[in-house]
């Protein structure tokens, strides 16, 4: 039987945004290849003392602020092993490599150029997305649309997936392309929730299947430079999503919500459940707000997503 390894793992951040890497010495088990810093649990740690405790031995820093980012399970031919990630912003020391290792601070955008082990590439995907991520509402006209997504965008929302299905085709890829110069110019990524083939007219960031036409697809069905998000109620779809290589998911409904009354919300728990196998960034959706973010990233999940807590209601 494979062993079983509980390894704690930090995604560090400077003050210029950059993130610290490390290289595995080249006599270990994938040596040469660079990895978030951490290491095994000792008997009756919690992920966050390991942690504490490693980055301190490995790289001589100590945590000052950190919350969970995801949990990894990934399985080796010879071991099983749960990363558990924690994103840590806030630290003091100089980080060096105290065991004579190579550690490196690379900017996000430039992680691509180094080579890690399989288990760590669903950490690149989560720390690419914020911790919300708003779903668009309705609106008297487009006019009134674009007025509500500048005020979500004034306030700092991210990552924003349109929604509006009572469109036209003509009319949604108009709304898309007004939408797309609002996000760009605010540093925002804009997901379309539409077939894969208005990427062609609309050079938006990425799309959102529902459940509907996730059904479609047997393999990815977009770029791999674009973001693919999947709407999922159940392990199945999770797994379909998994096998698109999506780089994100909604599950809902984690409570109930107005805008589907009559259908019976899953709760926190079946949310952790469904998703602890998952290796992919995974929001909780319905009814749902900022305040529940912590909740969600502590179970497992990358935050919330949701339409009302996040667009102008007026």
């Known amino acids: 039987m494979p062993k079983h390894l509980h390894v704690a793992a930090a995604v560090v951040r400077n003050d210029q945004g950059e993130i610290l890497i490390a290289r595995r010495p080249a006599t270990v088990d994938q040596g040469g290849l660079w990895e978030f810093p951490g290491g095994k649990l000792a008997p009756y740690e919690t992920g966050k ?5 490693e980055l301190n031995e490995e790289v001589g820093i100590s945590i000052e602020k950190a919350s969970p980012l995801i949990r990894v399970h990934h399985s080796y031919p010879d071991r099983a092993v749960l ?5 840590v912003d806030a630290f003091s020391g100089e980080a060096y490599g105290r065991e004579g290792q190579a550690v490196r601070w690379v900017k996000e955008k430039n992680l691509s150029q180094y080579t890690f082990p399989e288990a760590n590439k669903p950490i690149l995907k989560a720390l690419k997305l914020p911790d919300h991520y708003m779903i668009t509402g309705e609106a008297v006209d487009d006019a009134d649309w674009l007025s509500k997504l500048q005020n979500t965008l004034d306030m700092g929302v991210e990552l924003i997936q349109m929604r509006a299905h009572g469109l036209s085709e003509k009319a949604f890829i108009q709304r898309a392309t007004a939408a797309l110069k ?12 539409a077939e894969p083939s208005i990427l062609e007219r609309v050079d938006a960031d990425g799309i959102h299947l529902t459940t509907e ?7 990815r069905p977009i770029p791999t430079g674009k973001f693919l998000s999947c709407a999922c109620h159940n392990t199945s779809q999770l797994k379909t999503a998994l096998t698109l290589q999506a780089d994100m998911a909604t599950y809902s409904p984690v409570q109930e919500t107005e805008s589907h009354p009559g259908i019976e919300a899953i709760g926190w728990q079946a949310f952790h459940d469904a998703i602890e196998y998952i290796p992919m960034p995974v929001y909780a959706l319905g009814g749902l707000g900022r305040s529940d973010i ?10 919330v997503a949701g339409i009302r807590a996040f667009w102008p209601q007026t």
């Open 49 to 53: 003392q390991a942690l504490g405790r």
């Open 83 to 87: 990363l558990d990630v924690w994103q």
């Open 182 to 193: 609002l996000t760009r110019a605010a540093g925002a990524r804009l997901i379309l929730n």
């Open 213 to 219: 036409r996730l059904s479609h697809f047997s393999s």
């Open 294 to 303: 912590r909740r969600a990233r502590g179970l497992g999940g990358q935050g």
